[in-house]
């Protein structure tokens, strides 16, 4: 081939690859702006009040396309992809119980987008506001809605390979007093304490004592369920190979995802249930890689987002490994059932 061949081909392959750029552009600002408008056949979904105080429902952040994309949005825990009231206000992660929440959300800046945690009553007003010092990724409130957490990335992008850090924050939610980071408890690792400048934290899940957590520990390539205590500021571990742990409404089971040898390095965990007190692990019956901290819908059944054509869609499974998983409603993530 020719100097003026080879030239040729070039600049035709350039000119391709800026055709394909430039479509690629295109099609996304037109997917972006078509966020706005109602999404067809999607939910019915109107503007009112909600409380987190109104037992028998479920709130979730809504991903149907429209103008309540990303706000809070309630349906009956008995009706889930029924029609929706959104209450205006946009979160990127939410939890709630006994009438307080938490909302992570994203402030949007000039250069570069900032993030922040707002503890709210049961209108949905803000008390109180603390920064975030990464993406948020997790959040939960304790049963008596007395302490609030979350968790946000602070380098990489997800928990599938090993490139990220993660932070894991409480907050009392009646004196206001932040521990910033669990970091700076103490841990007990196999009956000795340990320190590693490696350690990372995430996925809080409360008791009911008001004393008692748990959480996942990240250190050395591998992940520990850790049962922490807000009192003695201390952390022991309890299993091991345990992600992002959610403790059942009676106390007495974790439901949590496991990574499983052989499935994909970028869909690599299974949902399990373990009991507490046998420290027995029973796998659920879906069957696909669930990359979220599960929510329990009640003692017996588990909810979960999966990936959807809008975003994220909610799935249920029954918590012992029995049936099947079924979706029960499109378009949502992030649900809390208030109780």
Not at 21 to 34: D, F, I, K, N, T
Not at 225 to 234: F, N, P, Q
């Amino acid at each position: 081939m020719t100097l003026r061949n080879r030239i040729l081909v070039l600049v035709a392959a350039v000119a391709a690859l800026a055709v394909v750029a430039v479509a690629s552009v295109l099609h996304a600002s037109a997917r972006s702006e078509r966020r706005n408008e109602t999404q067809p056949g999607g939910p019915k979904i109107t503007a009112g009040r909600i409380t987190l105080t109104a037992p028998g429902t479920m709130v979730f952040r809504n991903m149907a396309w429209g103008p309540h994309r990303d706000e809070l949005t309630t349906v009956p825990a008995a009706t889930p992809s029924g029609p929706r009231t959104a209450s205006g206000l946009k979160c990127l992660r939410f939890y709630a119980s006994s009438g307080t929440g938490v909302c992570l959300q994203a402030v949007h800046g000039t250069v570069t987008d900032t993030y922040r945690a707002l503890i709210l009553d049961a209108h949905l007003k803000e008390t109180a506001r603390y920064d975030v010092p990464g993406i948020p990724s997790r959040a939960r409130v304790s049963p008596t809605g007395h302490f609030a957490a979350w968790t946000a990335f602070v380098g990489g992008d997800s928990y599938a390979g090993t490139n990220f850090s993660t932070r894991a924050a409480i907050v009392n939610t009646r004196t206001g007093k932040l521990i910033p980071t669990l970091e700076s408890f103490r841990i007990l690792k196999d009956g000795h304490a340990y320190r590693s400048a490696d350690v990372n934290f995430w996925g809080v899940t409360f008791a009911a004592d008001d004393r008692t957590f748990y959480a996942t520990l990240a250190t050395k390539g591998s992940t520990y369920l850790v049962r922490g205590d807000l009192r003695t500021r201390t952390v022991t571990t309890l299993h091991t190979n345990v992600e992002c742990p959610s403790l059942s409404p009676d106390g007495t089971r974790i439901a949590y995802k496991k990574r499983v040898k052989g499935l994909p390095k970028d869909a690599p965990w299974h949902l399990y249930v373990l009991d507490l007190r046998t420290m027995r692990e029973t796998s659920l019956a879906e069957p696909r890689s669930v990359d979220d901290q599960a929510v329990w819908r009640d003692d017996h059944t588990i909810v979960y987002a999966m990936p959807g054509d809008y975003g994220a869609d909610l799935y249920s499974v029954p918590a012992d490994g029995s049936g099947r998983a079924r979706r029960i409603s499109g378009a949502a993530v992030s649900p809390a059932f208030l109780r």
